[in-house]
T-cell receptor, first 115, second 114 residues
Framework: DADVTQTPRNRITKTGKRIMLECSQT?????MYWYRQDPGLGLRLIYY???????NKGEISDGYSVSRQAQAKFSLSLESAIPNQTALYFC??????????????FGPGTRLTVL | SQELEQSPQSLIVQEGKNLTINCTSS?????LYWYKQKYGEGLIFLMM?????EEKSHEKITAKLDEKKQQSSLHITASQPSHAGIYLC??????????????FGQGTILTVHP
């Protein structure tokens, strides 16, 4: 089984709808992240959480919110989806205490299309 | 904030050829990660470099960190179709409000023709 899973893998929705993307991990990592990927722009950080009680905005948090329900679960919500939120969304986890490298491990991604 | 520039943006090579992808940072590199992504799929961690002059290899892929030049290079020897994909570099932000976060380059698309 994959260490970092994302659901759904694909989603098509309409402008104005509320959408939730979910991420679960079995790696036991404290740190979790949400990114979006757009062609030619690499990955941009939306939100990150260094532990269950810690939530921080990334560089492009407007229009998004998150919830860290448990160490293993980190959800991303689009309260009112708009077309320019069409992108590939990735969840990642990391652990700075093992190996000292804080390497981030990524889920398979969710392709979101907002019509 | 730190910015990463990857070059080239895309690369087409014949199977068996060697190739190099560069990642240049606007600030000092404290940690540099290389990932590979198959189109539309998740990122696979390749390797991480922390010290100036450090070099790591995995199978036919070698990465080096030139701290003075604020640059890292990824070299693939005798490329194969399985090497095709998008290669992304990510730099660890070391200070201020960005501490502990990664900044990514825009990616290099590699195509390997059989």
């Amino acid at each position: 089984d994959a260490d970092v899973t994302q659901t759904p893998r694909n989603r098509i929705t309409k402008t104005g709808k509320r959408i939730m993307l979910e991420c679960s991990q079995t790696k036991g990592h404290d740190r979790m992240y949400w990114y979006r990927q757009d062609p030619g722009l690499g990955l941009r950080l939306i939100y990150y959480s260094f532990d269950v009680k810690d939530i921080n905005k990334g560089e492009i948090s407007d229009g998004y919110s998150v919830s860290r329900q448990a160490q293993a679960k980190f959800s991303l919500s689009l309260e009112s989806a708009i077309p320019n939120q069409t992108a590939l969304y990735f969840c990642a986890t990391s652990d700075p205490w093992t190996g000292g490298t804080d390497t981030q491990y990524f889920g398979p991604g969710t392709r979101l299309t907002v019509l | 904030s730190q910015e990463l520039e990857q070059s080239p943006q895309s690369l087409i090579v014949q199977e068996g050829k060697n190739l190099t992808i560069n990642c240049t940072s606007s600030k000092t590199l404290y940690g540099l990660y290389w990932y590979k992504q198959k189109y539309g799929e998740g990122l696979i961690f390749l390797m991480m470099l922390q010290k100036g002059g450090e070099e790591k290899s995995h199978e036919k892929i070698t990465a080096k960190l030139d701290e003075k030049k604020q640059q890292s290079s990824l070299h693939i020897t005798a490329s194969q179709p399985s090497h095709a994909g998008i290669y992304l570099c990510g730099a660890l932000n070391a200070g201020g409000t960005s501490y502990g976060k990664l900044t990514f380059g825009q990616g290099t698309i590699l195509t390997v023709h059989p």
